[in-house]
């Protein structure tokens, strides 16, 4: 089973200001089969980037993925006042059951 | 719009039963593979089963197998979790999730916004 780690648990951020969130795989992601999701409370999860890089439609350009094998960067380059969140990584790169990241909340500063 | 709706969860006592649905909208029903995710409270997300999009195919996290089913209904464009012998471990927020593809083995692109599963005596 890949285990998923994400990090930092909690990143404080002003608007305006750009986001770094990591997830880290132990072992390799096969063919990078990794996505980020971003999860606000009371509606449903929504898609970001999958296959590591690949921008969803719909989702505004901020947003980028990148990252192969073990380590993998969700960056939103300038921060909206919409993008604070919880983000999670998933990896389906391997037999189910897939695993999850623990997840990232953004927080205002 | 693709959407889902889940429904039916609730609160059941540990070695019941609770079959929730998952009523998708949108999207051609018999082309994609549909998984089931829950996150217990204070939790991270789990994967809970799936299913490849004729059915055929089915796919259970350990702690689940023999206890859960994961089924669908072409004809409703419903996908369906049936849980037994439940536990209480097994509460949690149950989401249905569209994948991107015919089988499992790829992203989820659609989420529903959950249904509770409490399991309490």
């Known amino acids: 089973e890949i285990v998923l780690t994400q990090s930092p648990g909690t990143l404080s951020l002003s608007p305006g200001e750009r986001a770094t969130l990591s997830c880290r795989a132990s072992p390799t992601i096969n063919n990078n089969y990794l996505a980020w999701y971003q999860m606000k409370p009371g509606q449903a999860p929504r898609l970001l980037i999958f296959d590591a890089s690949i921008r969803a439609t719909g989702v505004p350009d901020r947003f980028s993925g990148s990252g192969s094998g073990t380590d993998f960067t969700l960056t939103i380059s300038r921060l909206e006042p919409e993008d604070f969140a919880v983000y999670f990584c998933h990896q389906y790169g391997t037999s189910p059951p897939f695993s999850f990241g623990q997840g990232t909340k953004l927080e205002i500063k | 719009e693709v959407q889902l709706l889940e429904s039916g969860g609730g609160l059941v006592a540990p070695g019941g039963s609770l079959r929730i649905s998952c009523e998708t909208s949108g999207f051609n029903f018999y082309t994609y593979a549909m998984t089931w995710v829950r996150q217990a409270p204070g939790k991270g997300l789990e994967w809970v089963a799936g299913i490849s999009s004729s059915g055929r195919d089915t796919y259970y996290t350990d702690s689940v197998k023999g206890r859960f089913t994961v089924s669908r209904d072409t004809s409703k464009t419903t996908v369906y979790l049936h849980m037994k012998n439940l536990r209480v471990e097994d509460t949690a927020l149950y989401y249905c999730?569209?994948?991107?593809?015919?089988?499992?083995?790829?992203?989820?692109?659609?989420w529903g916004k959950g249904t509770p599963v409490t399991v309490s005596s």
């Open positions: 999730t569209k994948t991107a593809a015919a089988m499992v083995y790829y992203h989820v692109d659609v």
